[in-house]
């Protein structure tokens, strides 16, 4: 990864999903100084969305987090990058994965489907440094390093980060997503970073898999999964508190981190991210 990538992206952006998202949404972020916002929710192949948040603001990078490799074929998603990189240079980071078994009847054999998917982009002249990779288990960390600009893990805690950084190696970016709740009330806060992670996140392989890499057991997954785990996947308390946790996935190795803010039913995120703003440095 260049330096001016990690530069144009900072230590913090947004993680959101698509179907959430409006042009004024990431208005609103670029003005409170959040670098980057990535778009969750498998946003399709041909990255409508993306023009329209690079249209409505002037520095912003908007990255894919991510693009489904079942659902959109690499040409189209090639395409869709060229154009986005004619309008917008340097300002479009492509996201791609390959989602759950759950979802997907055609899944199978994820690692090499992914390998042969980003062949497939790198002959359409998406350059490698502009595609990072959906990365839990070292070996497509190791693919994301290898033939990419990176990764972007979903669902983990400071420790995964840490792990992350060992198989990447110095170069590769790292940007990991964390789930933040701003509540002092604690019970309140853990209820609602429970329902995020109990549905639909515990009920996938690939996720579960993960944390029982990263030492949770069958209890701590069970029943909505324990406080521990809710504690280390969601950061919660008063801003300055889900600031200083955000900062362990930096001190363990992240460049970057993408902050997904959880909020009750449809409520207004930006006043939370105005909160969070100062506490970041923004």
């Not at 078994?101 to 090499?112: G, I, K, L, N, R």
Request: hydrophobic share 40%; proline share 7%.
């Amino acid at each position: 990864m260049t330096a001016q990538l990690r530069d144009q992206l900072g230590p913090y952006g947004v993680w959101r999903g698509a179907w959430q998202t409006t042009p004024d949404i990431a208005a609103g972020l670029e003005h409170l100084g959040y670098s980057a916002l990535w778009l969750g929710g498998s946003p399709g192949g041909d990255l409508a969305i993306v023009d329209q948040l690079l249209d409505a603001t002037s520095t912003l990078i908007v990255g894919t987090s991510i693009v489904n490799i079942w659902k959109d074929a690499a040409p189209l998603v090639a395409a869709s990058f060229a154009r986005i990189q004619a309008r917008h240079p340097d300002r479009f980071i492509l996201g791609v994965g390959t989602g759950h078994p759950e979802a997907t009847p055609q899944y199978a054999s994820p690692y090499d489907a992914l390998s042969t998917y980003v062949e497939r982009l790198l002959e359409g002249s998406v350059p490698a440094e502009r595609v990072v990779l959906a990365a839990l288990g070292p070996k497509v960390l190791r693919l994301a390093g290898d033939r990419t600009g990176g990764a972007i893990p979903y669902l983990v805690p400071p420790e995964h980060t840490r792990r992350a950084r060992e198989i990447l190696g110095p170069g590769p970016l790292l940007a990991p997503e964390h789930k933040v709740v701003v509540d002092t009330d604690t019970e309140r806060a853990r209820n609602l970073g429970r329902r995020r992670v109990q549905t639909p996140y515990l009920g996938l392989v690939n996720y579960t898999s993960n944390l029982r890499r990263l030492g949770f057991t069958d209890e701590d997954l069970a029943g909505g999964g324990s406080d521990r785990l809710v504690d280390a996947l969601v950061a919660h308390g008063s801003a300055e508190q889900v600031a200083a946790q955000l900062r362990e996935h930096l001190d363990a190795g992240a460049d970057h981190v993408c902050i997904q803010l959880l909020t009750d039913s449809d409520a207004d995120p930006m006043p939370g991210f105005q909160a969070l703003a100062p506490t970041l440095g923004l």
